[in-house]
Each structure stands twice: as C-alpha cells, then as structure tokens.
C-alpha cells in the first residue's frame, strides 16, 4: 500500500477541484497510473505522443479513474512535454488520492509492473 502522504506532493486542491502533477510516458504498452516519480504521478500511456493523443488518453484514464466525466478533466499546462498539470473538476482532495492509490495498488499487481 502506498502511503497517502506521497500523493499529496502530487496533488493539491484547488476550489472545487483538484489539480495533479503528471510524469507521462508515451509509447508504453498500455496505459496506467504507476506511482510517484518525483513530486508527479506516472503515467504510462499506449499511444505515442503525437498530435495530444498521449494528453487525450491520459485525461481519459484519469476521470476512469477518478469517476469523472471526461469533460471534468482539464490539461492545464505542459501540452507539448513529459510534466503536464490536469485540473479536475468538482472532486475532492481525499477522493482523488483514495482513487489514485487504488489504481496504483492494482498496478503494483500486475506482472512486470
């Protein structure tokens, strides 16, 4: 189990939203939340990184994983590189780190993770 207090480096509230922190990278075989890398959530995405798609995905894989609508969530920096910032809307702060630590739990169980 990761300890909560990692993620709050990674995320922080924001009015009625939450903004978090992400490492991304492109061209990986699937897409999924791995942990911290830094002060930055690492994501692994499927797709390589060529016309936003990777920043599509892994907005998409946050409010699945964060039970949102896509449209909650908002690129809000760092369109073009590796460290991007995501706002998402109407979610809490206690919420979003229970959610992100469950979906790195589950990745933390799959062979060669």
Same mark, same amino acid.
């Given at each position: ?8 480096? +990674? ?8 903004? $978090? &922190? ?10 999924? +939340?791995?942990? !911290?890398?830094?002060?930055? #959530? @690492? +994501? @692994?995405?499927? =797709? /390589? /990184?060529?016309?936003? !798609?990777?920043?599509?995905? $892994?907005? &998409? #894989?946050? &409010?699945? $994983?964060?039970?949102?609508?896509? @449209?909650? =969530?908002? #690129?809000?920096?760092? %369109? @073009?590189? !590796? ?12 919420? %979003? $780190? ?8 589950? %990745? ?6």
């Amino acid at each position: 189990m990761h300890d909560r207090h990692d993620l709050h480096r +990674v995320v922080e509230a924001a009015d009625d939203a939450v903004v $978090i &922190a992400v490492h991304a990278q492109p061209g990986a075989g699937r897409s999924e +939340v791995l942990g !911290r890398h830094g002060d930055a #959530l @690492k +994501v @692994k995405v499927a =797709v /390589p /990184p060529t016309q936003g !798609r990777a920043n599509e995905v $892994i907005g &998409a #894989l946050l &409010a699945d $994983i964060l039970g949102v609508p896509a @449209k909650a =969530v908002e #690129l809000t920096s760092g %369109a @073009k590189g !590796r460290e991007k910032r995501f706002t998402v809307a109407d979610l809490d702060l206690d919420t %979003a $780190i229970d959610a992100l630590e469950r979906a790195m739990d589950t %990745a933390d169980r799959r062979p060669g993770t």
